[in-house]
């Protein structure tokens, strides 16, 4: 029987959560969370981790999330932009890998709200890549033109939206180690 403690626990803890740790370790684990109810609170997800570095790597990590973040949502919108604006072009078929990946993006930001936020944006977006496109060639497309290009691209981005979905939820860790 070995007995560690709390600093120990708390150093085993994400090595028993990915499944990396030894049989030993699991058990030692196990038997301090059942008498302490702090580390049983820690390793549940109840309670922060107690090191003041586990604080700043927290801080780090979500400065990095935001910033990730931030570059998916810019990516995302000059894609819309870019796809809408090749509609009238000999580059239109571009928008048949363009869209789907702007679906894939638009999953990883928004979940599955991605079904109606992506159609939407591209309903928004259109009139502006309609003027851009205008100016650069000269062409402009009809009302119904426009819907119904909207709605072909809005099916490719939900294409790409569901596929993002399914691969998340294929690729997904489970939360609570297999005890």
């Known amino acids: 029987m070995i007995k560690i403690t709390c ?3 708390e150093d085993l803890m994400p090595l028993v959560q990915d ?5 030993d370790s699991r058990q030692a684990l196990r ?3 059942e008498s302490c109810p702090s580390c049983q609170a820690m390793f549940q997800g109840e309670l922060p981790p107690s090191d003041g570095q586990d604080i700043l790597g927290q801080k780090i990590l979500w400065q990095l999330k935001h910033k990730v973040r931030l570059f998916s949502l810019m990516a995302l919108m000059c894609g819309v932009f870019l796809g809408l604006c090749l509609t009238g ?3 239109m078929f571009y928008n048949t890998l363009i869209m789907p990946l702007i679906g894939a ?11 109606y936020t992506i159609p939407l944006l591209l309903l928004i977006f259109y009139p502006i890549a309609t003027v ?3 100016i650069l060639s000269g062409e402009m497309l009809d009302v119904y033109s426009a819907v119904s290009w909207t709605v072909i ?8 939206t ?18």
């Open 7 to 9: 600093g120990i626990c």
């Open 19 to 23: 499944g990396i740790a030894s049989e």
């Open 31 to 33: 038997r301090h969370i």
């Open 89 to 91: 072009s000999s580059g």
């Open 105 to 115: 993006v638009g999953y990883c930001l928004f979940r599955w709200k991605a079904i």
């Open 132 to 134: 851009a496109s205008m």
């Open 153 to 160: 691209y809005s099916i490719f981005a939900l294409t790409g």
């Open 162 to 179: 569901a596929i993002a979905g399914l691969l998340h939820f294929a690729f997904r860790r489970d939360q609570k180690p297999d005890d």
